[in-house]
C-alpha cells in the first residue's frame, strides 16, 4: 500500500520553505510532488517600481548567496541599454567577485552536505573555511553578503592590492586540497551516502533542460564562462568538470574540482589586472527602448536576466529573472524516484537549491 | 554549416537570424512555437524560457522563447492577440514551471495542458501579479535617484 510522506515546507532538512510531498511504497519513493511559492516575493513586479539605481540593490536581494552574480547579470544587461562597456579593470573584478562567490557558494553547499550525511566535524570544518572565503570578500567590498559592487558601466570599489590577495586564494586551495577534497572524495562515509544515489540520468538532464554543476554531474559539458564568456573570462584558462555518473557522488566531485578550477581563475585574473578606471558613464545613464538579455554562469548554473525599457523613463518596463535552480529543481522528482526515503534530504540538497532565487 | 543554419533548414524558413544586444533573434513567421519546439529537439538546443510581456492597450502579449544551442542565446519572439496560446510542455518538459507561471501571472492558457496545482500561490485566481489592467490608470514613474543614491 501506498501513503504519502510530506517533507517541508518547515523540515529540519532543508530550512527553507519548499515541500516535497513523496509518494512511497515501504521505505522506497515511487513518485514525488513539488510545491514553491511559500515565500513568493514578487521581486519581478517590484522591479517595475524602481529607478536605475534603486533595482540593482532590489536584485541584489534575489539571492543571499549570489547576490554579485544577480546584479552582474542585470548590470550586463542595463550596459547594453545604455550603450556602455565595462572598462577591462572592472571586468577582471567582476570576475574576481564572481569566483570567490562561487567559492562561498560551494563550500557553504559542502557544509550542508556533510551535515545532512551526518558527517559533523567536516560541517565544521567546511564552515571554517567559508569563513576565510567571506574575509576575502569582506576585504574586497566591505561586505559579507551583499556587496554592492555592481554598478551600469562598471563596479563600486577597487581591488587596491590584488596581489596580496593571492596568498589568500592560496591558503584556500591548500585548505581544500588537504582536508575537504579528500574525505568528500575517498571517505567511506562520504562514499557510502552519495554513490548511486539520486541518479539523474543523461537523458534525463537533457529533458529538464538542467544547468551548472547538475548538469556537468550528468555528463553535459556546459558552462557560460568557456561556452559564450562574459566579463574577462574569455581571458581566463580552466578546465570545465564532467562526470558521468549522475548521482549525489558525481554532483560532489564536480563541485570539488570546481573549487580547484576558480582558484586557478582567481590567480589569472588577481595577477594580471590591468590597471585603469573601474567604471565609466558617470552617475546619469540614458536606455534606449528595447530589451535585452544577459546570461550569466552562477554557481548554481546558468541566470538569465531579460530586462525590457522604455526610452526616457527611469524605471525598466520589465524585468524578467530565470535563476537556475527554478531550472534545476523539477529534475528533482526524477532523483528521488526509487530512492529510499532517508537519502531524500541529501538528494534535494544535491542540486544546492536557493528557494529564495526561486521565490523570487 | 553552421548550428545556427542547421536549425534554420530545420524550421524551413527563409527569415534570417539577426544578432542583436547578444541574442540570435529569428521571426518565426508563420511557424507555430510547437514547430519551433520540435525543431529545436531536432538539433539539441537546450530551452531556457519563456519571458511574457503585455502589450499596450488590449493588443495582447508578446512571448518570448529562448533556447541555448552551443553557446548561442536564441530568441523566438510569438505575438498572442487574446488570452492563449499552444503548450510546448509535452515536446518540452523543461517549459513546465514557466508555463504554469505565466498562466498565474498573466492568466494566458498554454492550450493542451493542465495546471494544478497553481505553482506560486494558493486558490484559482490568475493574473494578479504582473498582468495589468488597460483601463487602469498609468503606473506613477518611479522617482528620481536622490542625491544619496547618486553618491554610493
Not at chain 1, 536584485?59 to 577591462?88: D, N, W, Y
Not at chain 1, 573549487?259 to 595577477?271: G, H, T, V, Y
Request: aromatic share 8%; with cysteine.
Amino acid at each position: 500500500m501506498s501513503y504519502k510522506i510530506p517533507m517541508g515546507p518547515y523540515h529540519p532538512g532543508l530550512e527553507e520553505p519548499y515541500k516535497l510531498d513523496m509518494i512511497c511504497e515501504g521505505e522506497t519513493v515511487q513518485d514525488a510532488e513539488l510545491h514553491i511559492g511559500f515565500n513568493f516575493r514578487g521581486i519581478e513586479h517590484l522591479a517595475e517600481t524602481r529607478n536605475y539605481f534603486q533595482v540593482i540593490a532590489l536584485m541584489e536581494r534575489v539571492c543571499g548567496i549570489c547576490s554579485f552574480i544577480h546584479t552582474l547579470t542585470l548590470c550586463q544587461a542595463m550596459e547594453k541599454l545604455a550603450g556602455l562597456e565595462a572598462p577591462p579593470r572592472a571586468q577582471y573584478i567582476r570576475v574576481v567577485m564572481a569566483e570567490l562567490e562561487r567559492l562561498h557558494s560551494h563550500v557553504l553547499w559542502a557544509g550542508i552536505a556533510a551535515k545532512l550525511m551526518g558527517f559533523k566535524t567536516m560541517f565544521m570544518t567546511c564552515f571554517a573555511l567559508r569563513e576565510k572565503v567571506m574575509d576575502v570578500l569582506q576585504a574586497i567590498s566591505g561586505n559579507r553578503v551583499n556587496y554592492s559592487m555592481n554598478r551600469v558601466g562598471g563596479v563600486n570599489r577597487d581591488v587596491e592590492d590584488p596581489l596580496a590577495l593571492v596568498n589568500m586564494v592560496d591558503d584556500l586551495e591548500r585548505e581544500m586540497m588537504r582536508t575537504v577534497i579528500p574525505i568528500f572524495t575517498t571517505s567511506s562515509t562520504a562514499r557510502s551516502r552519495c554513490a548511486g544515489i539520486g541518479v539523474l540520468t543523461h537523458e534525463k538532464a537533457i529533458s529538464c533542460a538542467v544547468v551548472g554543476p547538475t548538469a556537468r554531474a550528468s555528463g553535459i559539458n556546459q558552462d557560460l564562462r568557456r561556452d559564450a564568456p562574459y566579463a574577462a573570462y574569455a581571458e581566463m584558462k580552466f578546465e570545465v568538470p564532467v562526470e558521468q555518473a549522475g548521482d549525489v557522488r558525481a554532483r560532489l566531485f564536480v563541485r570539488a574540482l570546481e573549487i580547484i578550477e576558480s582558484c586557478r581563475i582567481l590567480r589569472q585574473a588577481l595577477a594580471g589586472m590591468p590597471s585603469g578606471e573601474i567604471a565609466v558613464g558617470g552617475d546619469k545613464f540614458a536606455f534606449i527602448t528595447g530589451t535585452a538579455t544577459s546570461r550569466v554562469e552562477a554557481p548554481r548554473g546558468e541566470v538569465m536576466y531579460s530586462v525590457s525599457w522604455k526610452e526616457g523613463s527611469r524605471n525598466p518596463a520589465r524585468v524578467h529573472v530565470r535563476t537556475p535552480t527554478y531550472a534545476n529543481m523539477p529534475a528533482v522528482r526524477w532523483m528521488v524516484r526509487g530512492a529510499r526515503l532517508a537519502d531524500t534530504p541529501l538528494i534535494q540538497a544535491s542540486i544546492d537549491p536557493c528557494y529564495s532565487c526561486t521565490d523570487r | 554549416m553552421t548550428s545556427l543554419e542547421n536549425l534554420r533548414e530545420k524550421l524551413g524558413t527563409v527569415e534570417p537570424w539577426v544578432e542583436s544586444r547578444g541574442t540570435w533573434w529569428l521571426n518565426p513567421g508563420v511557424l507555430s512555437v510547437r514547430e519551433v519546439a520540435r525543431a529545436m529537439n531536432a538539433v539539441g538546443a537546450r530551452f531556457i524560457t519563456i519571458t511574457a510581456y503585455q502589450l499596450p492597450g488590449a493588443e495582447g502579449f508578446r512571448l518570448e522563447y529562448h533556447w541555448d544551442l552551443d553557446g548561442h542565446l536564441l530568441g523566438l519572439p510569438f505575438v498572442i492577440a487574446g488570452n492563449s496560446t499552444q503548450s510546448i510542455f509535452d515536446l518540452c518538459e523543461a517549459a513546465d514551471w514557466i508555463e504554469r507561471e505565466i498562466h498565474e501571472e498573466y492568466s494566458i492558457d498554454f492550450t493542451g495542458r493542465e495546471y494544478e496545482p497553481l505553482l506560486l500561490r494558493k486558490g484559482d485566481k490568475t493574473g494578479v501579479n504582473l498582468r495589468e489592467d488597460p483601463a487602469a490608470p498609468p503606473k506613477p514613474a518611479a522617482p528620481a535617484p536622490g542625491p544619496k543614491e547618486v553618491a554610493q
